[in-house]
């Protein structure tokens, strides 16, 4: 099972970024994302079902963040839009598989102006 997560990097207060999280050699239930700023704990961030599309978000993202599916098998971004300094933090891409979550390497995404 992989999970590779790319399109991290830096942005300005305001602005934007993708992250894409594609998942190998499994069908997962739910693709999600978590971050952990520094000094803080790990926090969810999103997640996608798979089956249904439903998606679910924490609330200081709402609004802001949106989770799509892409074309490829089992590829989800999440699309960041109106970023702000406490956005600031390594994002982990998650995949559920019943009772098993399989974790990709961290994108670190940066705002400040």
């Known amino acids: 099972v992989q999970l590779q997560a790319s399109g991290g990097g830096s942005a300005q207060p305001g602005g934007s970024l993708r992250l894409s999280c594609a998942v190998s050699g499994l069908d997962p239930y739910v693709i999600g994302w978590f971050r952990q700023a520094p000094g803080k704990q790990v926090e969810g961030v999103g997640c996608?079902?798979?089956?249904?599309?439903?998606?679910h978000y924490v609330d200081s993202v709402k609004g802001r963040f949106a989770l799509s599916r892409a074309e490829a098998k089992n590829t989800v971004y999440l699309q960041m839009n109106d970023l702000k300094p406490e956005d600031t933090a390594v994002y982990f891409c998650?995949?559920?598989?019943?009772?098993?979550?399989?974790w990709g390497q961290g994108t670190q995404v940066t705002v400040s102006s």
């Open positions: 998650n995949a559920r598989h019943i009772l098993t979550d399989y």
């Open positions: 996608f079902s798979i089956s249904d599309s439903k998606t």
